[in-house]
């Protein structure tokens, strides 16, 4: 008893781990995995399109052992416009980065899971994403085949799990719909083109000021 409780008090600084995770699944009825807190150190992310009661995408970065993850309703996008909200839910295990298949009818989740975007991720000038994440705001940069380039998460003011999930502005960004309206997020850092060349204005302002003296 006494040797549970020292255990207990030596892991009480890691992560939360994958109770919830575990709690919500009947791993004899489910083809996920169980998993455990893995102490591996790489950044790995995954993006799942999951096809539950409503279709939402999962959101997930590999950081202290478990892959923290959200539940993205209308998925990521590359337009830094468009903020996404990401619902965090529970930890799962770093086992689920390859995790594709179908939940059966009522189990949680139930559903078809495909892996929409995998890769690994960077985190510039960042030690701790987990420190990070407690205080609300990780920057990151994803170099996934959809998802490349500098993300941010940022936590809602007063709200323990809603996210917003936001491009950053970099050559990865894009417009989400080609229209004029929306193509100036790439283009708004051009200086704007002088309608004729630089020597002809300079002339006709003289020839202005001649004419015209008012
Ligand atoms: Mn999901």
């Given at each position: 008893m006494a040797r549970r409780l020292l255990l207990f008090s030596l892991y009480r600084g890691l992560p939360k781990g994958l109770s919830a995770y575990q709690r919500k699944r009947n791993f004899n009825r489910t083809p996920e995995p169980e998993g455990r807190v893995e102490t591996t150190r790489t950044h790995r992310f995954v993006v799942h399109e999951h096809h539950a009661s409503h279709?939402?995408?999962?959101?997930?970065?590999?950081?202290?052992?478990?892959?923290?993850?959200?539940?993205?309703?209308?998925?990521?996008?590359?337009?830094?416009?468009?903020?996404?909200?990401?619902?965090?839910?529970?930890?799962?295990?770093?086992?689920?980065?390859?995790?594709?298949?179908?939940?059966?009818?009522?189990?949680?989740?139930?559903?078809?899971?495909?892996?929409?975007?995998?890769?690994?991720?960077?985190?510039?000038?960042?030690?701790?994403?987990?420190?990070?994440?407690?205080?609300?705001?990780?920057?990151?940069?994803?170099?996934?085949?959809?998802?490349?380039?500098?993300?941010?998460?940022?936590?809602?003011?007063?709200?323990?799990?809603?996210?917003?999930?936001?491009?950053?502005?970099?050559?990865?960004?894009?417009?989400?719909q080609k229209n004029a309206a929306t193509t100036r997020v790439v283009t708004k850092d051009r200086p704007p083109r002088p309608s004729q060349p630089v020597h002809q204005r300079s002339r006709s302002r003289k020839v202005n000021n001649i004419v015209s003296p008012s």
């Open positions: 279709l939402h995408y999962d959101f997930r970065l590999e950081m202290g052992g478990v892959l923290k993850s959200w539940a993205v309703p209308k998925g990521p996008s590359l337009d830094p416009r468009q903020k996404r909200l990401a619902v965090m839910v529970e930890d799962h295990p770093v086992e689920y980065l390859r995790f594709r298949g179908h939940i059966e009818e009522g189990n949680y989740g139930a559903g078809d899971v495909a892996i929409w975007d995998v890769g690994r991720y960077e985190l510039p000038g960042i030690d701790d994403p987990v420190r990070q994440l407690e205080a609300g705001k990780l920057s990151i940069v994803l170099r996934g085949k959809k998802l490349r380039g500098e993300f941010h998460l940022v936590r809602l003011e007063g709200r323990a799990r809603q996210w917003l999930l936001i491009k950053g502005i970099d050559e990865f960004a894009e417009a989400a």
